[in-house]
């Protein structure tokens, strides 16, 4: 089992930054694959950006390549989402998840946190 926590999410102008922390729980962090995925109002659940076990490969939405960083601590069970140049369509609620396959289609990942929102201002 694996709980998921995600903190940082806010308010910031647009060509701002934001950055969101994940911490986990459970022993399985450092074998999982996780990833970010957001969902903005009225709008299908979208993938973000996921990273390998142990940080080797990462793998950007088109949207957010450029301007979000994945990184990953598996001695801190924490990933991290660093957002640059934030847009308005950036809007949304942030999850992070864990899960075994490397995809971008959220069925696939096993555990889920709450969420964060995160709000631009143009």
């Known amino acids: 089992q694996v709980q998921l926590i995600e903190t940082g999410g806010g308010v910031v102008q647009a060509g701002g930054s934001l950055r969101l922390s994940c911490t986990a729980s459970?022993?399985?962090?450092?074998?999982?694959?996780m990833a970010w995925f957001r969902q903005a109002p009225g709008k299908e659940r979208e993938f973000v950006a996921w990273?390998?076990?142990?940080?080797?490969?990462?793998l950007y939405a088109d949207s957010v390549r450029g301007r979000f960083t994945i990184s990953r601590d598996n001695t801190g069970n924490t990933l991290n989402l660093q957002m640059d140049r934030l847009k308005p369509e950036d809007t949304a609620v942030y999850s992070c998840?864990?899960?075994?396959?490397?995809?971008?289609?959220?069925?696939?990942?096993?555990?889920w946190g709450q969420g964060t929102r995160v709000t631009v201002s143009s």
């Open positions: 990273i390998t076990h142990n940080g080797g490969s990462i």
């Open positions: 459970g022993r399985t962090f450092s074998a999982a694959v």
């Open positions: 998840t864990a899960g075994r396959l490397l995809t971008v289609r959220f069925r696939d990942y096993d555990y």
